[in-house]
T-cell receptor, first 111, second 113 residues
Framework: KQEVTQIPAALSVPEGENLVLNCSFT??????LQWFRQDPGKGLTSLLL?????REQTSGRLNASLDKSSGRSTLYIAASQPGDSATYLC??????????FGRGTSLIVHP | DAGITQSPRHKVTETGTPVTLRCHQT?????MYWYRQDPGHGLRLIHY???????DKGEVSDGYSVSRSKTEDFLLTLESATSSQTSVYFC????????????FGDGTRLSIL
């Protein structure tokens, strides 16, 4: 059974810092890995999708990498802003087409 | 944003009453999912559908049933609601195939007293 772990569970940083959020998974036989953002009381917003054949994806200040062989993905946030404060979740989709979610990293960026 | 509408957005009801939540999509996507999200448990899959009348159980399906009679609608029913089913429920859709992303609705906050 696929297990997805996100470290750290919570993170508080000053504005302007570059951040790395981690996602690890136990079964490397995946189709893709997706990063989401969730604001309090809201649904999940898709940030980046990395296919199993890709190594990274970029969108603005966000860069996600994937190393299937080691079962790891990182989400890099450059020049963090208070508006980046949210919970970030990763989800891994395997052979059943059913994604497995991590518990998320709760990020606070303070001015 | 993906066209996903969940209704109702908020509901308060009593133990033992039936409750139906609706997910409506305008994307014509094949896959639809129901999750619940609780503190300390994260997102847990309740049921999913891979086509009209094709559904399967997730990891927390006890006490829930689903139906999908049209591509665009996926209904989640609590036949006799219990306080342990108080949660935030999310619907998600995916076009299908392993390389397709998921998109989520805004959620339904359900309180069972």
């Amino acid at each position: 059974k696929q297990e997805v772990t996100q470290i750290p569970a919570a993170l508080s940083v000053p504005e302007g810092e570059n951040l790395v959020l981690n996602c690890s998974f136990t079964d490397s036989a995946i189709y893709n890995l997706q990063w989401f953002r969730q604001d309090p009381g809201k649904g999940l917003t898709s940030l980046l999708l990395i296919q199993s054949s890709q190594r990274e994806q970029t969108s603005g200040r966000l860069n996600a990498s994937l190393d299937k062989s080691s079962g790891r993905s990182t989400l890099y946030i450059a020049a963090s802003q208070p508006g980046d404060s949210a919970t970030y979740l990763c989800a891994v989709k395997g052979g059943s087409y059913i994604p497995t979610f991590g518990r998320g990293t709760s990020l606070i960026v303070h001015p | 944003d993906a066209g996903i509408t969940q209704s109702p957005r908020h509901k308060v009801t009593e133990t033992g009453t039936p409750v139906t939540l609706r997910c409506h999509q305008t994307e014509n996507h094949r896959y639809m999912y129901w999750y619940r999200q609780d503190p300390g448990h994260g997102l847990r899959l309740i049921h999913y559908s891979y086509g009209v009348k094709d559904t399967d159980k997730g990891e927390v399906s006890d006490g829930y049933s689903v139906s999908r009679s049209k591509t665009e609608d996926f209904l989640l029913t609590l036949e006799s609601a219990t306080s342990s089913q108080t949660s935030v429920y999310f619907c998600a859709i995916s076009e299908g195939g392993g390389d397709q992303p998921q998109h989520f609705g805004d959620g339904t906050r359900l309180s069972i007293l």
